[in-house]
């Protein structure tokens, strides 16, 4: 699918821009992966045509890159990964766990997992103690639609409002987001995090060296899930646990006020603003 030429990414003046690219959204990769796979065509697609239970740390950073590349990249490689991406999810089609028929490019599924990105940032935004206010919250979901429409989500896929999309996945969670093979998966894969190959045979050492990472990372997933759908998919804190979470938010957002302004959105992302100013300035 060849990008339409009349449609614009948004630029480095936008919202999606300049908080986007934010080392703390890889705190939410879990909730944010549990709200798209609770979906049952997304979950039947990644269950049955996905590596994901074996590699899941390199599905999400591959999501996270592809995601990047679109907003962030020159818009010959904004162009590529488009194609690429479509390319890849035009083969994954099947049936659930239910016996219906799925299909990835599906206006749906595919506008349900575009539309689930945009809560991801607003989410972690909320949790870490920088909400957006009630304008940025739909300053952000509009320019995130306009994103879409170059994926192939088209108008009325989406609503038009941020509110109108909180009323979406809190009635989804309520009568169609379940348990299923790949929410599973993905809640057991948050809590451990694998070592890369070449530190596999010191992997015991690895395992009781990030236990407490592996910890936080289920706090933060289930935490920071819709209401709606925790409940629906009984996950729930421990008061203790409950706790915890504040703590580490409260630490989280206590370290980000000591960064100076400039620099808080972390070393990940402002390397990725500084590349992609470059190829705006140039294009």
């Known amino acids: 699918m060849a990008m ?3 449609l614009r990414r948004p630029g480095p003046d936008s919202l999606v821009w300049r908080r986007m690219a ?3 959204m890889i705190l939410l990769g879990g909730a944010t992966l549990v709200l798209q796979v609770a979906h049952p065509a997304v979950g039947a ?4 045509h996905s590596n994901f239970k074996a590699e899941p740390w390199r599905r999400l950073y591959g999501t996270l890159v592809s995601l990047t590349t679109i907003v962030y990249g ?3 490689q904004a162009v590529r990964e488009v194609e690429r991406l479509r390319d890849m999810h035009r083969s994954i089609k099947g049936v659930d766990e239910a016996g219906r028929s799925y299909a990835a490019l599906r206006p749906a599924p595919w506008a349900w997992v575009h539309g689930t990105l945009a809560w991801h940032v607003i989410r972690a935004n909320e949790l870490f103690g920088t909400p957006f206010t009630s304008e940025e919250k739909q300053q952000y979901w509009t320019e995130w639609l306009d994103i879409g429409r170059l994926l192939g989500v088209r ?6 409002t941020w509110s109108e999309f909180q009323a979406v996945v809190a009635d989804a969670a309520r009568s169609e987001l379940g348990d299923n093979v790949s929410v599973r998966d993905v809640v057991a894969a948050i809590s451990e995090v694998p070592p890369p190959r070449w530190l596999r045979p010191i992997g015991p050492v690895w395992k009781v060296a990030l ?6 990372a289920r706090l933060v997933t289930i935490g920071a899930l819709p209401p709606e759908l925790a409940v629906a998919l009984e996950l729930r804190l ?3 646990e409950a706790r915890s979470l504040r703590r580490f938010t409260r630490l989280v957002a206590l370290l980000r006020r000591l960064v100076p302004p400039p620099l808080r959105p972390g070393p990940a992302a402002l390397l990725i603003q500084w590349q992609s100013r470059r190829r705006w300035q140039q294009a």
Not at 155 to 160: I, Q
Not at 211 to 216: E, N, S, T
């Open 22 to 24: 934010d080392d703390r």
């Open 74 to 76: 020159s818009h010959a």
């Open 211 to 216: 236990k407490p990472a592996g910890r936080v």
């Open 238 to 240: 421990t008061d203790a």
């Open 45 to 48: 697609g990644v269950a049955q």
């Open 4 to 6: 339409p030429t009349d």
């Open 155 to 160: 108008d009325g896929d989406l609503p038009a």
